[in-house]
């Protein structure tokens, strides 16, 4: 079975005490297997790992004190992905739902789906229920919005994406769970790595729920769904931040990679194909 | 030519001395001219006819103090109005856009049109500039949108109503407008009376420049363009509210008329089709 | 132990195939035990009890054809409530917070607590930590804000809140959630029964994290303490409606009491100081 | 008189045919008067110089192909300002307000008034109406934001400013004018030169209608008011801006210059204290 290399390095310039929730380790799950992984602290400052939400995203939960602050983190990812081509998957009425994807179905920070019931009925209630009708939602985002980085922030959410018609992975993300919420498909955020990603980065995409399972979608186009490694899971990218910081830190160095075949240590940087420093 | 008459029935109950702008009275222009009309306010506190804001509203200005307020306005209205079918005319390149209209282009309280710009070159970009791409952004406005009264309220603006797909005559207006400006086309509100509204009362349509003058359009369709009487203009629906209120007062009754045909008193309140007391 | 004698009666005309999730049942925790209680829905059409969120809530899970349904509950709450008064409880630093109550951290549909910390810090920031501190902010949500009912809707959130500076309980509780969230202090909903409620309705309010456990806290003023029994916690309303209805219904009826003291049925109709009849 | 000289230096890449409006001329007031004015483009395109809006705000008017322009302006401004201190002007009850100034009462795209007049009322309503109520609402624009360059940008209104606490002068003008017409005090955006400005830029201040005459006002408190030359004027930032580009052009370099004294060319670049080259 295929193996995914990937991993990060991020390093903070640290003013004042402060914790740590990195969310960047490779989720076990039954579609993607951790064979090996590895993770540095610089200073060796020690670290829980814990599992955070519903989903058992696995987040290494630190505190240091004023200084620099380094991590890198890699890991060896053996997939066995579902990949689905032409599928015919019915969506689920609501009373046949399972209790605990119900709570996909709730607006979220980002996802603010109780403001979108009309437009999804408008734009895609004509259209047969199911798999196909989620994808005519990954490719009405597509084609509405424009990827343009440093158009959105933090606080951009899917009906500010719906305005502005510009966003970046997350944004895309967020407005496609909207639609798959208001017209009440379970819709969940996915962060994670992804290969093929130019320029290499964290990667946000999403789950919807059909038939009997979750399953994956890009709207952006840009990574083929096999070449998606999860991290953390949740409502959206508030329950999936890669680094949650409290205190004081400047980001000074972020370096993501995701690359087919496996690999024993982080890619030397000089053949490393694009580092982003902040 | 054709004559329309006008009118309205207000009553507020006023709690605390008040200051009142009503904005009912039938403009003059070079398109309707006023042949007869009449004004009472009972009980007879006086009132001032001034002109406000740059196309010249005619508004009735005065105060009261508590008790009961009401005006009765009706106006027989001749109309001149040039209307236009399948037009060809072009939109203006922007040097050549006159200077009283280049403050049309920009963003207002209710079309914030700042931030539609990639959302109109996406959606019109390709369609040819003039006449016909106007009404392909009414066509547009009219085929996104719901008429739902009681929807939206006097906070909703043009980016909320294309959030959430519904909205009534102001906000169909709004939405046009900040389309219009985003494209570079003036575009302006006008507030009036509209002959055949079902119920009848103040309608919201809206003006866009093109060619060497404003020509009118009404995204709604609930009204004939030739049976639109204006009474006020605006960036939008703030500049031609119907009453602004400063003080306290409650309305107690709204009745408003548009029939063809002179006529010369409001009409009876028996064959009166639709009498809203709010 | 006090008990208090809670319950509903909710009717609805149904007009296509739904699915409703009726959340009106008395929580089960430590610190309130059901003694009796009652369901009773008519049709008969059969319902499941189902737990949902990472707090239980207790859910009625339905589906019903067209055509009327009502859904009656009583239940017999003993109380055991950890009154504090004056209490000298600390805030925990970050990194002493349960792993559990991480996401309670988390920015959501109605409390964007991310927008806030400027605020937040501003304002609240030279107080001393701890559950001085929070009731610091619920009296600054109740001196801000005034009670007024209609004032907001389903769409309201905690920063709409702050401009306008009116709403109902659930506004409230979002505004209170959302600065406490902002200064790292766990928040979350908890929606409920009220003793004392004027009109008598479901009530909303809030708990904060202080210390090793979750602390209740009223901004609205309405209801002591002691005299609010759980129904169902969430991040917000969204995940604690008292019914989610998926399909067509309108409501007819809404009747909600919460009087001290056991009772073996629902109150005489004549009885009920107050019926609200939507 | 004291003399100020203010100027600026525009640079721009252009990449397609493109209409400027640069809004950078001193204006001609009763209180300043331009003794001597110089403006440069290059290349030699050619300029109108048109009078814009109510207000009469000098406009250069061009139009130019792909390639770099640039624009250079300075002007020698005798001021005569009336300078108050601890005045005793009393507001206006809105029926004596000149029918000119009623519009300055709406709310607008980035002062949207009609949102906040909970907050003033319970704000400021206790204080004594009048110059020092003006004062107040400027004191707790100033105490209630942080002054934080990049945290806003042209999206950014009155509300938004309410909620996250940090903006620029513009933001702060905005805040204090939504206020103020939310109080029935009309008020107005004056973009402007500043002495003293650290970094030197243009700046945002405001005017409010008090007595029988506007009073100009700074809630940034970083220019001295005796050190303000008025460019343009208008319900917000929107009228007035310092550039309009319709097309495609890119900033090259921004110099904005105002120092008191005379001077017959712009400061030599060596000795301009501050040049922001975007």
Redesign the interface.
């Known amino acids: 079975m295929p193996v995914i290399h990937v991993g990060c390095e991020l390093a903070y310039e640290v003013t004042a005490p402060t914790?740590f929730?990195f969310n960047v380790a490779a989720a076990k799950t039954p579609f993607q297997t951790v064979l090996q992984e590895n993770i540095e602290v610089s200073p060796n400052v020690g670290y829980a790992e814990?599992?955070?939400?519903?989903e058992g995203n696995r987040i290494f939960?630190l505190?240091t004190d004023p200084g620099p602050l380094a991590l890198i983190y890699w890991a060896n990812v053996e997939m066995n992905p579902i990949v689905v081509n032409s599928p015919n998957i019915e969506e689920n009425?609501?009373?046949l739902l399972p209790?605990e994807v119900?709570?996909f179905l709730?607006?979220?920070?980002y996802?603010?789906s109780?403001?979108?019931v009309?437009?999804v009925w408008?734009t895609f209630g004509h259209l047969s229920p199911g798999y196909s009708r989620v994808q005519a939602i990954c490719n009405w985002t597509y084609e509405?919005l424009?990827y343009q980085p440093g158009s959105t922030d933090?606080?951009t959410s899917a009906?500010d994406v719906?305005?502005?018609?510009?966003g970046i992975c997350r944004d895309y993300a967020h407005l496609a769970i909207a639609l798959c919420r208001a017209m009440?498909i379970p819709a969940r955020y996915v962060a994670g790595y992804a290969v093929g990603l130019e320029p290499p980065d964290f990667h946000g995409f999403f789950e919807a729920y059909l038939g009997s399972r979750w399953y994956l979608f890009d709207a952006t186009r840009m990574a083929p769904v096999d070449g998606l490694v999860r991290i953390g899971t949740g409502?959206d990218a508030?329950?999936a931040s890669f680094a949650t910081i409290?205190?004081a830190a400047t980001m000074t160095r972020q370096v993501v990679w995701a690359n087919r075949g496996a690999n024993a240590s982080p890619p030397q940087n000089d053949s490393c194909a694009a580092v982003s420093t902040v």
């Open positions: 914790s929730l814990i599992q955070l939400g519903t939960r505190r009425v609501h009373q209790n119900l709570p709730n607006p979220s920070r996802c603010e109780d403001r979108l009309q437009l408008q509405q424009n933090e606080r009906c719906l305005i502005q018609r510009t009440c409502r508030a329950d409290i205190g």
